[in-house]
């Protein structure tokens, strides 16, 4: 007769201490990244794709920009998974509407509220808002 063998199950709870934005534009990444650099005074530099695993073994590829100082972390990410994959879910799925997702941890000005502002006066975007993150099932996406 076999021993019954016990399995214990880690469960970890991760500190979401991000904000996340969700922009519609009709820009580029690279230029979108730019309208940021010259309107925040940030250099937001292109990173290598996020990749991300996602059940059932699928993983996709997303476009990356990122600036970071000791008080503030800023990343662009295109929503949209690349051109040249089979088809993938969105970065955050929950929004497919958006073009691209900003995420920003910050100890000074950058705060969701007034990077809302700020892209709002980039003429090509059309809609800016802040993703609430309590009702999210994708946040994982953005632990890395």
């Given amino acids: 007769m076999a021993a019954k063998i016990k399995k214990n199950k880690l469960e970890i709870e ?7 934005l969700g922009v519609r534009t009709s820009l580029k990444g690279y230029k ?14 292109k990173q290598q794709d996020l990749i991300v695993h996602f059940k059932k073994g699928q993983t996709a590829s997303y476009d990356h920009y990122s600036f970071r100082t000791p008080l503030n972390d800023l990343n662009l990410f295109r929503n949209k998974p690349l051109e040249t994959e ?45 993703i609430p993150l309590t009702a999210l099932k ?6 890395f």
Avoid: C
Wanted: no cysteine; charged share 20%; glycine share 2%.
């Fill in 32 to 45: 979108l990244a730019w309208h940021l650099n010259k309107t925040l005074r940030t250099n937001l530099v």
């Fill in 138 to 143: 994708s946040k994982d996406n953005f632990i």
């Fill in 86 to 130: 089979s088809p993938a879910p969105e970065l955050v799925p929950e929004f497919p509407h958006f073009d691209f997702i900003i995420m920003t941890q910050s100890e000074e000005n950058l705060s969701g509220n007034r990077l809302q502002e700020y892209l709002r006066t980039i003429p090509s975007v059309e809609l800016v808002t802040l």
């Fill in 14 to 20: 991760y500190s979401y201490d991000f904000e996340l």
